[in-house]
């Protein structure tokens, strides 16, 4: 067997490597299987930690073609401690994983491309394609620019005019769809089957999933080579979710982390939240759903991976919470102002949830709980119209700023 190839999730049925996310035994999702025990030899802490300081660190648990020379230096974000947050939240052991700064294009996203076009290449590709909430749109325009591939991207058309703008100006093929996300990607499966296009999240998918991964190795290397206790995770497809789950075993396996049971919390916005519904109805399966949230990042109403995730969240011993529009812009506020972080909608989300599940008593707060931070805020500006007021210039003058300082400040102050 070569070092990883694709098999069912279900039947466990072998398919070599491939552009194919389906078994057409039993139609289940195909996923990236690898020998461990010929890994266990190769891949050790001190053999990652002699890797550069990005995702590439970990090329040797993701699937890449043999000699594979990456193009950007992609993740490898900072964990943060976050105290000032926690102190709001009640919580203390708080950290955040701040991928509002991940390269090339400031979302998680970048991970699962750049595993993708490394494929995409691999396979013969020219073309290569996604349907996209708006990150993903950024990201592959992005890397396929850097790549020398063309891009053909396909977004619902309500999109934030910063992640449309993010993607044409790299030169990309952007085609809005008068839908939503769900009927967006449908359109893709269709035109997957007619041309021989590398859809990233359609015929790529379980490679480009296999990115997510690096959340979860960069979570357990940055906190001295540990697992945490917890770890919230906003849901869109519900992949990010699983394959943080999969890095944390994956490293169990290997031996590079300790064994310790780690809950997983799933993160949705109220308006799109077909995981958590399900989740909290103790259901297995997700029902569809039609979204309506300004979190468009997480807007996918029947997710690709909702079951899997159900199943990581359910078995961990963890939950998972929704929360509102208001909920959202707040918590995008709260996590700028106390640790200087300008977050999504997405992040909004996860903030949010996570506060529900401190006060829930869910999360404990002596308990080590990473909230994954997907994206960046400067693309979602549009959700904080009207949220400050918009100040009168005043004259360039000393005493005109001492007039100001007076009428802003209540009390005088003291010097
Ligand atoms: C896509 C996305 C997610 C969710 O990813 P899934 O793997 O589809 O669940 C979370 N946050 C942001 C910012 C995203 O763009
Ligand atoms: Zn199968």
Redesign the pocket.
Known sequence: MAAYELRCRECGKAWGNQPRSICDDCFSPLEVSYDYDALRSRVSRESIAQGPPSMWRYSGLLPLPENYQPSLPTGFTPLLRAPHLAKRLGAKNLYVKNDAVCLPTL???DRVVAVALANAKAFGFEVVSCSS????ANSVAAQAARNGFQAWIFVPSDLEPAKILGTQVFGAKLVRIAGNYDQVNRLCSQIADERRWGFVNVNLRPYYAEG?KTVGFEIAEQLGWRLPDNVVV????????TKIKKAFDELVTLGLVEAKPVRFFGAQATGCSPISTAVKAGNRDIEPQRPSTIAR??A?GNPADGHYAIKAITQSGGWSEDVSDAEVVENIQLLAETEGIFT?T?GGVTVGTTAKLVRQGRIHPDEITVACI??NGLKTTDVLTGEYEAETPIAPKLSEFETYLNKSLPEPVAV
């Open positions: 979302s998680f996203k909430t708006g990150n993903l997510s906003p849901m869109a497809g519900g992949s990010l979710i990042s997480l996918i999504e997405a997907t994206g």
